[in-house]
């Protein structure tokens, strides 16, 4: 089930958010009593609702904005009761000051604004023992190190338990706690409506996140990352996976200490990890052998042949070489024989290069670090030049990559005023993202390799390598509409 939080100032708000709520294919709503101006009246709420109703009072340790008095809050939350509310929320460690009254379910819950404390899997047990029909666990989960000791009470839970992990990482847990059988997951009603920072909306679980399709038996493919790039991939995954009519869904994972983010990734049987390329660098520590294409190139793509085997695959080349392809195409041009510029040498434009090679694209190199692009000239022919020689050397195709890390990422590492109509422009500094690079290319009339393109021909690949299915890109692309800021 997915509950929507609704938390106003007013009853007329509040009532026209439970009947919108309802509307949009809530199942439970949770009415918060604590931010109302005036006393709210739960018999009234109650007479109104479509869809069943658990009621909350929050005090402002627990990220509430109740002004009363602790006893005025605990005979309010008496007197939703005694309305027949379907659930009521109460704190641990007050639950024993209201006693079980008619068929409302008690909510035991604990919220922890700053951490995931050590103890917690003991505060779970004190939990279990105050009456529940369900456990809520609500604290802050920045990392994998933060989210494990929940992660473990979610795969041993013998009570029905909600964790809501705060912040945009805690959706792991909401993702997880599906699979393993939470009671419900909590979301906003739509985008400023949320109730801490990054709450999910029941749109994004529903439309990129595929919640309702998840169950027990769901193999889960992990997506690493925050960034935007991160949700369109899984949102595309994930729509690959309905159009094959696969089982498969996506996990979001957050990187932190690699040991124990190898250690949930096989606690929770991924099928493999598709990396972001902020963590690719460091997940190499986690691969076991690499694949001919992953060597000396960035490591996209974790797949685990054999238990507690993985290995290392790279599938954004072929799939720049593709969208480059397909813009080329657009013109009446192909990349064979076209002259592209590699500006910027790292693992990306490496395995970028080694695909425009395969397919026939004249390569030119422009690198601060010499000895570097004088050995991708022996390996794959072309021609080696000075940096600042870019904008003075013709090229058809420029493909632009950061090669120090530290630069500010707010500038390009070539400067766009060269770029003329008719060039095309594939940029790797921020991949899943408009940049000032992209954004000045398509002023001058240059064409952009699409972000939407890019990550609908790995994601094909990506599916490919998992479960030798083929999906088409152009059904792919509509996944990550309103996602990816794009012009």
Known sequence: MICITIAQESRRLALADMLNAASMGADLLEVRLDTFEHDPDPKELLSARRKPVIFSCRRRSDGGAWKGTEQARIVLLKTAIVAQADYCEL???????????????????????????????????????????????????????????????????????????????????????????????????????????????????????????????TPFLGVTGLGSWSTAMIATLNHAFELLQLPNRCLPLQVGNVRLFRKIIEAVKLVGVVVDAEHQQALREVVTEFDSAATDRSVDLLVQPEAKRWQGAHTLGPAAAAALQAHLHKGGRSLQGAIVMIAGITPLSRGVAHELSAGGARLIFASHDRQEAARMCQQLGGRLIQPEAIYTTLHDVVVVSREDPDAPSDRPPVQPNYLRGGMVVLDLTQPGSETEFTREARWRGAQVVSCRRLIAEQARRIVHRLTSRDVDVQELMSASEGILEEE
């Open 91 to 217: 704190e641990w460690d007050i639950a024993d000051q209201v006693r079980r009254f008619g068929s409302c379910q008690r909510v035991i819950a604990y919220t922890n604004l700053e951490e995931a404390p050590p103890d917690i899997a003991d505060i779970y047990e004190e939990a279990k023992k105050k009456d529940p029909d369900v456990i809520k666990l609500t604290c802050r989960a920045r990392t994998p190190e933060e989210a494990w000791p929940l992660v473990k009470i979610l795969a041993k839970s013998t009570v029905p338990t909600v964790v809501v992990g705060l912040g945009r990482p805690g959706l792991m847990l909401t993702i997880l706690g599906r699979k393993i059988g939470a009671p419900f997951a909590v979301a906003a009603l739509e985008r400023g409506m949320e109730v801490y920072p990054g709450q999910p909306t029941i749109s994004e679980l529903e439309r990129i996140y595929h919640y309702r399709q998840i169950h027990r038996q």
